[in-house]
């Protein structure tokens, strides 16, 4: 197993994992590939307020995991125009369509990006 593996599988069933500190959400994809709900941890960020615009926005940082070999259990990447359904202001909030504003990290088994409602 390589270190990419182990980092993967660290994410898909550790960090992920909905009975420790994951949750489920749904990636849109910006290429028309089908929808996948996938394990994440999400970092609410809370209520950020732009002043240019006179807008608020909820903010969240989520941690994806890569997919595995089977093409499952994650996302092979990150690009320009993908969305996230996921409950952006709480843990029990209702689920919301947000927008990948950029990606932060990316590691050897997952990917951290911004995402925006």
């Known amino acids: 197993m390589t270190f990419r593996d182990l980092m993967a599988r660290h994410a898909r069933r550790t960090l992920t994992d909905p009975n420790k500190f994951g949750e489920s959400i749904t990636y849109h994809f910006a290429s028309g590939d089908p929808d996948r709900t996938v394990p994440a941890l999400v970092n609410r960020q809370g209520r950020i ?42 843990e029990t909030s209702t689920p919301v369509r947000a927008r990948v504003t950029r990606q932060l990290d990316a590691y050897p088994g997952a990917f951290t990006v911004e995402v925006v409602a």
Request: charged share 30%.
């Open 49 to 90: 307020r732009d002043d240019d615009a006179d807008l608020s926005h909820e903010v969240a940082h989520v941690l994806l995991p890569v997919e595995d070999s089977d093409q499952e259990n994650g996302i092979p990447g990150v690009a320009k125009g993908d969305e996230i359904t996921l409950p952006i202001a709480s």
